[in-house]
């Protein structure tokens, strides 16, 4: 039944990234209807004829896109950066063309779920370290520290997951002062995005209220089983919603 979640889970996502994409690459038509209809010869500029609110558009919607949703350090990302370098002295129109391409093969790659990227499987790899450490002290007692070390890991993978659904980590409070936020204010935001749904959500306050009684001594609020739990639920959670 888990994989059967998972996978739903997974599906979901995608479709919504496609739906996404697909949503930009439309925009990609309107630019299209500007093509000149002349010989390379005569005319090397391709697009000129575009209006300047439409590239200005179209160019905003492809590289808000790219950074929203290919993986840090991809492919997609490098192959951005170089059509970026390229055009940077020419005119506006001229990369997006090129930016068309990396956002279909983004496109094809969700599609064919093929984006799995390095740096959410050094995350797992490092959190689950740390809940097997937490899971030794478990086995050895230690119920609050155990409980303090799974809340830790909780903590950084809801950064990691708001890193990745474009969630700030900050606010603006009251004194006009930058702060970062709290574990619940980032679930909150997290869920908002529909990274997960409301029953993780109240699942991750939980989780956060035994990490909270345990970093502020409160041990009585909460028992070794309790602990357990919440180390293996905190590890599903990650398996379930990568970042």
Not at 39 to 47: H, K
Not at 50 to 71: E, H, K, Q
Not at 191 to 207: L, N
Not at 217 to 230: A, I, T
């Amino acid at each position: 039944m888990k994989g059967v979640r998972q996978g739903v889970a997974t599906s979901m996502q995608n479709e919504q990234l496609l739906a996404d994409i697909d949503s930009v690459l439309s925009q990609y038509s309107t630019f299209e209807e500007f093509h000149k209809k002349v010989p390379p010869a005569l005319d090397t500029s391709g697009y000129a004829k575009a209006p300047p609110s439409i590239i200005s558009r179209v160019n905003t919607l492809f590289d808000a896109a790219i950074n929203r949703l290919a993986p840090p350090n991809s492919a997609y990302k490098k192959q951005y950066d170089l059509i970026r370098r390229k055009y940077a002295l020419k005119q506006p129109s001229d990369a997006i063309e090129s930016l068309a391409g990396v956002l279909q093969a983004l496109r094809d790659d969700y599609e064919a779920d093929r984006v799995s990227t390095f740096q959410e499987l050094v995350h797992s790899e490092l959190f689950s370290d740390m809940l097997e450490a937490a899971e030794y002290l478990l086995g050895e007692t230690y119920k609050d520290p155990a409980a303090v070390m799974a809340g830790g890991v909780l903590e950084q993978h809801l950064r990691e997951l708001c890193r990745k659904h474009g969630v700030d980590l900050t606010f603006i409070n009251s004194k006009g002062d930058t702060k970062p936020k709290m574990t619940e204010t980032m679930n909150t935001d997290l869920a908002k995005k529909s990274a997960y749904g409301k029953i993780e959500q109240k699942q991750v306050t939980a989780w956060a209220g035994i990490r909270n009684a345990a970093a502020h001594g409160e041990y009585g609020k909460y028992d070794e089983n309790q602990v357990r739990q919440m180390v293996r639920g905190i590890r599903d959670f990650i398996s379930k919603y990568p970042a």
